[in-house]
């Protein structure tokens, strides 16, 4: 015979959305720990908070249906703390970012305020493809405490103002930070066209019987 399982205790259950946000916090620290040169110790420390935020102590006791509000701030807390711990490592952009010739650099700088060294994609996206092109450079480590200058190599296509976003990912390709812009001012595309050209009709003109 099958035990049957009462609705009450059902209607108590953690309900659904709460355990999204908990399945959510778990993968964003599978993402972060992807990154750290010793994942061991932080990845033990959040899976043992985390795995308490699934424990049927966090049902309310007043006879609804739910999650408790200390439950809730519990999960609240490791969400918080994992952010803090992320945002320890950064990118350091600042100002505008002059091209003055068809193709160069943009520099970038990745700043990491952790104890232990990380191993991270900067990626980077032109929003005027039509304006300039960029490569993706190549993965970077940088040591703990430490900050370590990215270069990535840019072509000029037209001249004019582009805004080139920037953010952080681990070598699966998830997103370890927010966007930041840098903005890049292209002023000199058009000099060596213009040479070029010059030099074509003048021959033109020269080849005149």
């Not at 002059?98 to 970038?108: A, D, K």
């Not at 001012?185 to 058009?190: F, H, I, R």
């Amino acid at each position: 015979m099958v035990a049957e399982y009462p609705s009450r205790a059902q209607s108590a259950e953690l309900p659904a959305d709460y355990l999204t946000d908990v399945r959510r916090t778990r993968t964003r620290l599978q993402r972060f720990t992807e990154i750290l040169d010793g994942p061991a110790p932080t990845s033990l420390a959040y899976t043992t908070a985390r795995l308490r935020t699934e424990s049927a102590a966090w049902r309310r006791t007043d006879g609804r249906s739910g999650v408790s509000s200390a439950g809730r701030s519990f999960l609240r807390g490791i969400s918080t703390n994992l952010d803090e711990l992320r945002q320890q490592v950064s990118i350091v952009s600042a100002g505008t970012v002059t091209l003055s010739s068809h193709s160069g650099s943009i520099p970038v700088t990745v700043r990491n305020e952790l104890a232990q060294p990380v191993s991270i994609q900067v990626y980077v996206e032109s929003t005027r493809q039509d304006r300039l092109q960029v490569v993706q450079p190549p993965p970077v480590t940088v040591p703990a405490g430490g900050v370590a200058p990215v270069s990535v190599q840019a072509k000029a296509v037209a001249n004019g103002p582009v805004e080139v976003r920037v953010r952080l990912r681990n070598s699966e390709g998830d997103p370890i930070s927010d966007w930041q812009s840098i903005k890049v001012q292209v002023t000199n595309y058009g000099t060596v066209g213009s040479v070029i050209i010059a030099g074509a009709t003048g021959l033109l003109f020269n080849s005149r019987p």
